[in-house]
């Protein structure tokens, strides 16, 4: 293959490098320049192009990354048709992403012409989502490479997507005194949550005291029992384990059970427990798995669901990439500077998608009442522009036409929420899903009803946020009470993504075990306006 610039009496046939617009049409780059291409370049008064000239052998990009692509086993896979030299790879289920980098580094050493980039190794990926991509950076590629590329991927496997395998899941948790009801409660919901990604579900909670002679005698039952699906144990034990001959790996022992692993190179995630009884998994969960952020136990739980039997090999091998958070309570090994505060991100979500049943069935709209002659709903967004979270996005739901005419012309984004019916939850989903606010550090979410909250109020909050290093919850208050607007860090969104109903951030903040800082704005933080008196009392004027 020839790369340069070639005069056009020797052009034909050669391909086009770079486009080249012309008054009759644009000639585009990759196209095999033909005598008619040549013609038309002639009357243009173009006398040479840059291009390349093919030897036997090579092959255009599209083809070469066709070819690769296809020797890819297709198997829960969907690939893209060829263009400008690349192919897309597309997951076809919900499953887990494996890579095999040996084989994907070995495939990009073949020659710089020839790439594949993929996923990180064991994500979790869902039905649609991208997960790799084949593209050949020049015009053409030598055949003989592709052919060492082909001859690569058909020996082996660079990546796949393993399907989840529905387990029906025994939760066994263990209790002390000082171990409240409510956060087992909790406990439990949040894993039913872990396990519909794949399918799972949980059949049956089982509450002991924690002893390991009690745990033993719980999971030689339950390995006696019959159950159609897989079957999985999970154990939360009300201490955490401090060593092999603890409760939880003891008991898996005496109740006939092997210990794979104690411990995990992993934070948060240190103290899991991976043991097995019979083909029954049983795993140790730590006590960070009572949070919905993403944790060692994780890690193990969805290569279990996708068939894979981790061993302690595989668990001592994740200590690279395993430090997955900073832990606000102990001394960070990056303690975030004064600049790196500053950079941090807070964007605003302005929550104005509701109902405002309380106003009465056909009155007016809480949000579109005037406070010194401007609707609510743009005086509060008008406050959040002038604060130091950026940007706004509002959700619109309930008389979407009026609420985002009093909006219009300010520099923020309109979500509409066409399920705003069904409660608070589906307006937090739709706003956290907007690029604008899932990009950032944290987002500051603000009721549209609030007029007391000004600039300098969200200001605190965010500030605080900064200083705290971006990792924690940052709640109003006034005289110890718990008011709004909040602020929910980045490590928070999935959660958030899995609302339903008529729920708010309230249970994510005492389900994720996440840090809470108090910031007390005053009144403020308390005075919401959802009935026409309450309007009229903190001076306003309804309308519409």
């Known amino acids: 293959m020839k790369y340069g610039t070639f005069q056009l009496e020797e052009a034909g046939g050669t391909v086009l490098a770079h486009s080249i617009r012309l008054p009759s049409g644009r000639i585009s780059k990759g196209q095999v320049l033909s005598q008619e291409d040549i013609a038309r370049l002639f009357e243009e008064g173009i006398t040479s192009v840059v291009a390349v000239r093919l030897d036997p052998g090579d092959m255009l990009e599209d083809e070469a990354a066709a070819v690769i692509a296809g020797t890819i086993a297709p198997d829960n896979l969907r690939f893209s048709e060829a263009t400008t030299g690349r192919v897309n790879v597309y997951a076809r289920v919900d499953g887990l992403f494996v890579a095999d980098k040996a084989?994907?580094?070995?495939?990009?050493?073949?020659?710089?012409?020839?790439?594949l980039a993929c996923l990180a190794d064991h994500v979790v990926v869902r039905a649609g989502d991208m997960v790799?991509?084949?593209?050949?950076?020049?015009?053409?590629?030598?055949?003989?490479?592709?052919?060492?590329?082909?001859?690569?991927?058909?020996?082996?496997?660079?990546?796949?997507?393993?399907?989840?395998?529905?387990?029906?899941?025994?939760?066994v948790a263990t209790e002390l005194p000082s171990l409240k009801a409510s956060v087992m409660d909790r406990t439990a919901r949040l894993l039913e949550h872990r396990l519909a990604s794949s399918g799972s579900r949980l059949i049956k909670e089982i509450r002991i005291p924690h002893s390991a002679d009690r745990l033993t005698e719980v999971l030689q039952q339950l390995t006696l029992q019959e159950i159609n699906e897989p079957a999985m144990v999970i154990v939360f034990g009300a201490s955490a384990v401090a060593d092999k001959e603890d409760v939880i790996p003891a008991a898996i022992r005496a109740a006939g059970g092997d210990v794979e692993q104690v411990g995990m190179p992993v934070d948060p995630g240190n103290l899991l427990v991976l043991g097995r009884i019979g083909h029954v998994p049983v795993l140790g969960a730590p006590g960070c798995a009572r949070s919905p952020k993403e944790n060692g136990f994780d890690w193990v739980l969805n290569r279990l669901m996708a068939g894979e039997t981790p061993t302690s090999f595989d668990i001592t091998g994740m200590g690279v990439g395993g430090l997955l958070m900073e832990i606000p309570t102990r001394p960070r090994p990056r303690d975030a500077t004064t600049e790196k505060a500053k950079l941090l991100s807070v964007g605003a979500l302005l929550l104005?998608?509701?109902?405002?049943?309380?106003?009465?069935k056909d009155g007016p709209h809480k949000l579109l009442a005037e406070f010194d002659g401007v609707p609510l709903v743009r005086r509060v967004a008008e406050m959040l522009l002038a604060s130091q979270a950026a940007p706004v996005v509002a959700v619109t739901g309930h008389r979407r036409e009026e609420v985002e005419a009093a909006l219009s012309g300010l520099d923020i984004r309109n979500q509409f929420n066409p399920d705003y019916a069904s409660g608070m939850a589906s307006s937090l989903v739709a706003g956290f899903s907007a690029p604008e606010l899932a990009s950032g550090d944290g987002v500051l979410v603000m009721l549209g009803d609030m007029p007391g909250v000004t600039a300098k109020h969200v200001n605190m909050l965010v500030s605080a946020f900064r200083e705290a290093g971006?990792?924690?919850?940052?709640?109003?208050?006034s005289e110890g009470k718990r008011g709004n607007p909040i602020i929910l860090p980045r490590i928070a969104y999935?959660?958030?993504?899995?609302?339903?109903?008529?729920?708010?951030?309230?249970?994510?903040?005492?389900?994720?075990?996440?840090?809470?800082?108090?910031?007390?704005?005053?009144?403020?933080?308390?005075?919401?306006?959802?009935?026409?008196?309450?309007?009229?009392?903190?001076?306003?004027?309804l309308r519409g």
């Open 470 to 477: 971006g990792g924690v919850v940052v709640r109003s208050v």
């Open 132 to 171: 790799a991509t084949v593209k050949i950076i020049p015009l053409a590629v030598g055949g003989e490479k592709i052919a060492q590329a082909v001859s690569l991927l058909a020996e082996s496997v660079a990546f796949e997507v393993k399907t989840f395998r529905p387990r029906a899941v025994t939760l």
């Open 352 to 360: 104005a998608a509701g109902q405002a049943r309380r106003m009465g």
């Open 494 to 541: 999935d959660a958030v993504l899995r609302l339903e109903g008529d729920v708010g951030a309230r249970a994510i903040i005492e389900n994720s075990g996440l840090s809470v800082i108090d910031v007390d704005i005053g009144p403020a933080a308390h005075l919401d306006v959802d009935t026409p008196e309450a309007v009229t009392a903190a001076g306003g004027i």
């Open 103 to 115: 084989v994907v580094d070995a495939l990009n050493r073949i020659d710089p012409a020839i790439t």
